[in-house]
């Protein structure tokens, strides 16, 4: 496989399409390389558009996805970002080249190990993987600059919310499939947010937050 045209068709053909637009954004899919990130068995599929498996529960965002969900976010040299759903770290590495200093959770044991060692093979310096569940944050780290949660939720917990500074944003794929939204969540005051739907799209849930109640009738 040529990695360098592979990664040119992602980028032009799934990814500019998906409204992603952001030189830097667009720069950093270069500089990052995907396929470091994925594991052995599913390398030849690293720019597919589709979801990775990377255990009997989690997947790996889609290309396109990861790439707009770091458009949207909006990060700044100087933030502090925490990423719920570490995976293999490849959204880590992206946030950490935007952001001055990134904590990545990652409720798998196996994925935080792997997350970690791709992490130190990119030279990721000021990113940090810690295994731990992720739907209470991290509250010995609060405020953040931004919150992103790498993989879908029924709902959005108050208690990460809180963990933001006011001005600071929060983006998540919400609701349940066939119908889930990526949206964003800034803190406008001290029990203020605003919310905005984004786009619409599926991902694997993360593990350790609720579902949404059932109906009942």
């Given at each position: 496989?040529?990695?360098?045209?592979?990664?040119?068709?992602?980028?032009?053909?799934?990814?500019?399409?998906?409204?992603?637009?952001?030189?830097?954004?667009?720069?950093?899919l270069h500089f990052v390389h995907r396929e470091d990130f994925v594991p052995e068995a599913h390398r030849a599929q690293a720019f597919v558009d589709t979801e990775l498996p990377l255990s009997a529960t989690r997947r790996?965002?889609?290309?396109?996805?990861?790439?707009?969900?770091?458009?949207?976010?909006?990060l700044q040299r100087h933030e502090k970002v925490l990423e719920i759903g570490a995976a293999t770290g490849h959204l880590a590495a992206l946030l950490g080249r935007q952001a001055q200093r990134v904590i990545a959770l990652?409720?798998?044991?196996?994925?935080?190990?792997?997350?970690?060692?791709?992490?130190?093979?990119?030279?990721?310096?000021?990113?940090?993987?810690?295994?731990?569940?992720?739907?209470?944050?991290?509250?010995?780290?609060?405020?953040?600059?931004?919150?992103?949660?790498?993989?879908?939720?029924?709902?959005?917990?108050?208690?990460?919310?809180?963990?933001?500074?006011?001005?600071?944003?929060?983006?998540?794929?919400?609701?349940?499939?066939?119908?889930?939204?990526?949206?964003?969540?800034?803190?406008?005051?001290?029990?203020?947010?605003?919310?905005?739907?984004?786009?619409?799209?599926?991902?694997?849930?993360?593990?350790?937050?609720?579902?949404?109640?059932?109906?009942?009738?």
């Amino acid at each position: 496989m040529n990695l360098e045209q592979a990664r040119f068709n992602m980028i032009e053909q799934q990814i500019r399409p998906w409204d992603v637009l952001d030189p830097g954004v667009l720069e950093l899919l270069h500089f990052v390389h995907r396929e470091d990130f994925v594991p052995e068995a599913h390398r030849a599929q690293a720019f597919v558009d589709t979801e990775l498996p990377l255990s009997a529960t989690r997947r790996m965002l889609a290309p396109k996805v990861e790439a707009r969900l770091l458009q949207e976010l909006k990060l700044q040299r100087h933030e502090k970002v925490l990423e719920i759903g570490a995976a293999t770290g490849h959204l880590a590495a992206l946030l950490g080249r935007q952001a001055q200093r990134v904590i990545a959770l990652e409720a798998d044991a196996g994925l935080a190990t792997q997350a970690a060692a791709n992490l130190r093979r990119a030279g990721a310096l000021n990113v940090t993987v810690l295994n731990q569940d992720g739907a209470a944050g991290l509250a010995a780290e609060e405020p953040f600059d931004a919150i992103l949660l790498s993989g879908s939720v029924a709902e959005l917990p108050q208690a990460l919310l809180n963990q933001l500074k006011v001005g600071g944003r929060l983006i998540a794929i919400v609701g349940t499939g066939p119908v889930m939204r990526a949206v964003l969540v800034t803190r406008t005051g001290a029990g203020e947010f605003r919310r905005v739907e984004l786009f619409d799209t599926v991902a694997g849930r993360l593990p350790g937050f609720a579902e949404a109640p059932a109906f009942s009738f």
